[in-house]
């Protein structure tokens, strides 16, 4: 008598849960990956846009500030300015720092301007 087996085993339904956890959690790990480039992507973009604006700015250039904020606009991002005298005569060198992330990540632009 010959018994006709219909359904699947508990080893084979244990055996293709395990593969589907492993894909699923791949899956989730290769998102939150890319999310957090993502993320990193639209800051950097931000703080270049933001330097940009600032050192094209020719009011910028002629102010004595050193040290300021975006704030209310972009909270989180600050910028500093170091003017030196390049090693040509009559050129200034202007360096722009925007710093975000409490300082742990930051851009710099140079611009060169004849005095």
């Keep these: 008598m010959s018994r ?3 359904g699947f085993t508990l080893l084979e339904v ?3 849960l395990a593969i589907l956890a492993g894909s699923l959690t791949t899956l989730v790990l290769v998102y939150n ?5 993502v993320i990193r992507d639209r800051e950097e973009t931000t703080a270049l846009l933001l330097a940009r604006e600032m050192i094209d700015d020719p009011l910028f250039l002629s102010t004595s500030e050193t040290k300021g ?6 909270p989180g991002f ?12 009559g050129v200034d060198r202007y ?7 409490n300082g742990s990540r930051n851009l710099s632009l140079v611009k060169y301007e004849k005095r």
Excluded: C, G, M
């Design 14 to 16: 244990l055996v293709a």
């Design 69 to 74: 904020d975006f704030a209310p606009d972009y």
């Design 33 to 37: 990956n890319h999310l957090s480039i």
């Design 4 to 6: 006709s087996r219909k």
């Design 78 to 89: 600050t910028w500093q300015k170091e003017v030196t005298r390049d090693k040509y005569p």
């Design 95 to 101: 360096r722009l720092n925007v710093i975000w992330q």
